[in-house]
């Protein structure tokens, strides 16, 4: 018998057993079916270790058991990481005076492509040559299209601090 008519013979006997004690223990079909890919995948890679007869399932349990605890290792990890991440960028949202709420708006105004490349300049200090490596053009159109988008955003925010001052007068 070759390694892999031994992996089928296993495979066959026992992946309904695996199916439902990893169905059991997990909460959804995706990590179900993880569990039961790196039980087979073990046994697989380890076809000479898989005891003979019924002792066989009994490998796979243990095998399914480390599986389901590597799988919970990995999510309370995920878990704890995406909280500090969630933390640290709620530590360090910039807090939007009111007073400048007008240029947020007249920013978000802008189409995509625009806001993306004063973005690029403003906030993280790129150049008209960086600026065109990230957006891939040249750094003559990059230079080009950034003097338009500051001539368009200070339109907007113009017209946004006329009306702002009309309103003021009335």
Same mark, same amino acid.
């Given at each position: 018998? +070759?390694? *892999? %008519?031994?992996?089928?013979? &296993?495979? /066959? ?8 004690? !990893?169905?059991? $223990?997990?909460? @959804? =079909?995706?990590? +179900?079916? /993880?569990? #039961? @890919?790196?039980?087979?995948? +073990? !046994?697989?890679?380890?076809?000479? /270790? ?24 990995? =999510? ?10 969630? %933390?640290?960028? =709620?530590?360090?949202?910039?807090? #939007? ?16 492509? /625009?806001?993306?490349?004063? !973005?690029? !300049? ?6 008209? $040559?960086? #600026? ?6 040249? =750094?003559?159109?990059?230079? +080009?299209?950034?003097? $338009?988008?500051?001539? $368009? ?5 113009? *017209?946004? @601090?006329?009306?702002? &001052? ?5």
């Amino acid at each position: 018998m +070759t390694h *892999r %008519d031994r992996f089928e013979a &296993i495979y /066959d006997a026992y992946y309904p057993a695996i199916h439902q004690y !990893a169905s059991r $223990r997990t909460t @959804s =079909a995706d990590d +179900t079916a /993880d569990v #039961i @890919s790196e039980t087979f995948l +073990t !046994a697989w890679r380890r076809i000479e /270790d898989v005891p003979e007869g019924e002792r066989a399932l009994l490998w796979l349990y243990g095998v399914s058991r480390r599986v389901l605890a590597n799988q919970q290792r990995g =999510a309370s990890r995920r878990a704890g990481l995406a909280d500090r991440l969630r %933390d640290e960028l =709620a530590a360090d949202r910039p807090v #939007i005076p009111v007073d400048l709420e007008h240029v947020r708006v007249a920013f978000d105004e802008l189409p995509e492509g /625009d806001r993306e490349v004063l !973005a690029l !300049a403003c906030w993280e200090g790129l150049t008209s $040559r960086q #600026i065109a490596k990230v957006m891939g053009c040249t =750094a003559v159109a990059a230079r +080009t299209r950034l003097h $338009r988008v500051r001539k $368009r955003l200070a339109a907007r925010l113009e *017209r946004t @601090s006329s009306s702002l &001052i009309s309103m003021e007068e009335a």
